[in-house]
Protein backbone atom coordinates (compact mmCIF):
# COMPACT_ATOMS: atom_id res chain seq x y z
CA UNK A 1 0.00 0.00 0.00
CA UNK A 2 1.56 3.25 -0.80
CA UNK A 3 2.51 5.65 2.18
CA UNK A 4 -0.34 8.48 1.14
CA UNK A 5 -2.97 5.70 1.05
CA UNK A 6 -1.65 4.18 4.65
CA UNK A 7 -1.60 7.92 5.80
CA UNK A 8 -5.50 8.76 5.09
CA UNK A 9 -6.77 5.53 6.31
CA UNK A 10 -4.60 5.90 9.43
CA UNK A 11 -6.57 9.12 9.81
CA UNK A 12 -9.69 7.67 8.62
CA UNK A 13 -9.52 5.71 11.64
CA UNK A 14 -8.32 8.31 14.38
CA UNK A 15 -11.73 9.92 13.11
CA UNK A 16 -13.65 6.92 13.84
CA UNK A 17 -11.93 6.94 17.20
CA UNK A 18 -12.88 9.71 17.88
CA UNK A 19 -16.37 9.79 17.07
CA UNK A 20 -16.33 6.59 19.26
CA UNK A 21 -14.78 7.94 21.96
CA UNK A 22 -17.16 10.60 22.62
CA UNK A 23 -20.39 9.50 21.35
CA UNK A 24 -19.31 6.48 23.07
CA UNK A 25 -18.97 8.01 26.27
CA UNK A 26 -22.36 10.30 25.88
CA UNK A 27 -24.07 7.28 25.22
CA UNK A 28 -22.65 5.51 27.95
CA UNK A 29 -23.92 8.04 30.14
CA UNK A 30 -20.72 8.62 31.70
CA UNK A 31 -20.78 12.05 32.26
CA UNK A 32 -21.31 13.09 35.74
CA UNK A 33 -17.61 13.33 37.51
CA UNK A 34 -16.87 16.66 38.46
CA UNK A 35 -14.51 18.70 36.32
CA UNK A 36 -12.23 19.53 39.15
CA UNK A 37 -11.84 15.77 40.32
CA UNK A 38 -11.47 14.94 36.76
CA UNK A 39 -8.99 17.08 35.08
CA UNK A 40 -6.12 16.47 36.87
CA UNK A 41 -6.61 13.02 36.07
CA UNK A 42 -7.29 13.45 32.63
CA UNK A 43 -4.17 15.59 32.57
CA UNK A 44 -1.78 12.91 33.54
CA UNK A 45 -2.30 11.57 30.42
CA UNK A 46 0.08 14.51 28.01
CA UNK A 47 2.20 15.06 31.43
CA UNK A 48 2.91 11.36 30.88
CA UNK A 49 3.36 11.45 27.36
CA UNK A 50 5.82 14.83 27.66
CA UNK A 51 7.44 13.17 30.87
CA UNK A 52 8.49 10.07 28.93
CA UNK A 53 9.92 12.13 25.61
CA UNK A 54 11.67 14.56 27.56
CA UNK A 55 13.36 11.14 28.80
CA UNK A 56 14.36 9.72 25.88
CA UNK A 57 15.18 12.18 24.19
CA UNK A 58 17.73 13.41 27.51
CA UNK A 59 18.76 9.72 27.77
CA UNK A 60 19.59 9.95 23.74
CA UNK A 61 21.39 13.36 24.64
CA UNK A 62 23.84 12.26 27.58
CA UNK A 63 24.46 8.79 26.96
CA UNK A 64 24.35 8.54 22.90
CA UNK A 65 27.19 6.70 21.62
CA UNK A 66 27.58 9.01 18.65
CA UNK A 67 27.52 12.22 20.75
CA UNK A 68 24.59 14.85 21.16
CA UNK A 69 25.21 16.16 18.09
CA UNK A 70 25.18 13.58 15.76
CA UNK A 71 22.26 11.97 17.73
CA UNK A 72 19.87 14.59 16.74
CA UNK A 73 21.01 14.92 12.91
CA UNK A 74 18.17 15.22 10.77
CA UNK A 75 16.63 12.37 9.79
CA UNK A 76 18.23 10.58 12.94
CA UNK A 77 16.44 8.61 15.80
CA UNK A 78 17.20 11.24 17.92
CA UNK A 79 15.60 13.51 15.70
CA UNK A 80 12.48 12.02 15.23
CA UNK A 81 11.99 11.61 18.86
CA UNK A 82 12.04 15.70 19.35
CA UNK A 83 9.71 16.33 16.66
CA UNK A 84 7.71 13.60 18.12
CA UNK A 85 8.37 15.79 21.39
CA UNK A 86 7.46 18.69 20.27
CA UNK A 87 4.39 18.00 18.65
CA UNK A 88 2.95 16.10 21.37
CA UNK A 89 3.97 19.39 23.58
CA UNK A 90 1.81 21.28 21.09
CA UNK A 91 -0.87 18.75 21.31
CA UNK A 92 -0.74 18.94 24.58
CA UNK A 93 -1.32 22.49 25.33
CA UNK A 94 -4.50 22.37 22.87
CA UNK A 95 -5.74 19.58 25.77
CA UNK A 96 -5.04 21.79 28.20
CA UNK A 97 -7.14 24.73 27.27
CA UNK A 98 -10.44 22.70 25.87
CA UNK A 99 -10.78 20.24 27.93
CA UNK A 100 -11.82 21.99 31.15
CA UNK A 101 -14.73 23.11 28.31
CA UNK A 102 -15.16 19.86 27.87
CA UNK A 103 -15.44 18.38 31.52
CA UNK A 104 -18.10 21.13 32.49
CA UNK A 105 -20.39 20.78 29.86
CA UNK A 106 -20.33 16.72 29.10
CA UNK A 107 -18.95 16.21 32.77
CA UNK A 108 -15.42 14.77 33.89
CA UNK A 109 -15.67 11.41 32.41
CA UNK A 110 -15.32 12.02 29.15
CA UNK A 111 -11.96 14.09 29.86
CA UNK A 112 -10.55 11.56 31.86
CA UNK A 113 -11.57 9.41 28.84
CA UNK A 114 -9.85 11.90 26.68
CA UNK A 115 -6.76 11.46 29.14
CA UNK A 116 -6.34 8.09 28.82
CA UNK A 117 -6.77 7.54 24.78
CA UNK A 118 -4.11 10.91 24.60
CA UNK A 119 -1.48 8.68 26.19
CA UNK A 120 -2.22 5.77 24.12
CA UNK A 121 -2.86 7.52 20.79
CA UNK A 122 1.08 9.61 21.54
CA UNK A 123 2.57 6.10 21.84
CA UNK A 124 0.96 5.05 18.90
CA UNK A 125 2.29 8.22 17.35
CA UNK A 126 5.62 7.69 18.60
CA UNK A 127 6.02 4.59 17.10
CA UNK A 128 4.37 4.94 13.54
CA UNK A 129 6.86 7.95 13.45
CA UNK A 130 9.84 5.41 13.45
CA UNK A 131 7.75 2.64 11.68
CA UNK A 132 5.07 3.31 9.80
CA UNK A 133 3.22 6.19 8.01
CA UNK A 134 -0.28 4.13 9.20
CA UNK A 135 0.51 4.48 12.73
CA UNK A 136 1.72 7.68 12.38
CA UNK A 137 -1.43 9.11 10.59
CA UNK A 138 -3.79 6.95 13.34
CA UNK A 139 -1.72 8.52 16.53
CA UNK A 140 -1.79 11.71 15.40
CA UNK A 141 -5.60 12.15 14.62
CA UNK A 142 -6.32 9.97 17.33
CA UNK A 143 -4.61 12.60 19.66
CA UNK A 144 -6.11 15.53 18.31
CA UNK A 145 -9.62 14.61 16.64
CA UNK A 146 -11.01 13.81 19.78
CA UNK A 147 -9.92 16.64 21.70
CA UNK A 148 -11.53 18.73 18.80
CA UNK A 149 -14.80 17.00 18.63
CA UNK A 150 -15.22 17.07 22.15
CA UNK A 151 -14.53 20.56 22.66
CA UNK A 152 -17.05 21.27 19.33
CA UNK A 153 -19.64 19.31 21.02
CA UNK A 154 -19.30 21.02 24.17
CA UNK A 155 -19.71 24.07 22.53
CA UNK A 156 -22.70 22.92 20.90
CA UNK A 157 -23.87 22.32 23.93
CA UNK A 158 -23.26 24.90 26.16
CA UNK A 159 -24.45 27.67 23.42
CA UNK A 160 -27.67 25.57 22.31
Known amino acids: MRPRTQIWLGAALGVVWALVLVFGMQAAGLRYLAAPVALPGAWLGPALSIALLLGVV ?10 ADLMMAPGSRGDTDLR ?77
Do not use: C, E, K, Y
Not at 115 to 123: E, H, I, P, T, V
Not at 126 to 151: D, E, K, N, Q, Y
Open 84 to 160: VLNDTAAQAVLALLLWPLVAMVQGGALALALGGSFLAARLVFWIGAHVSPFLRALGSAATAFPTILAALWAGFVWFF
Open 58 to 67: GLRRAFGRQG
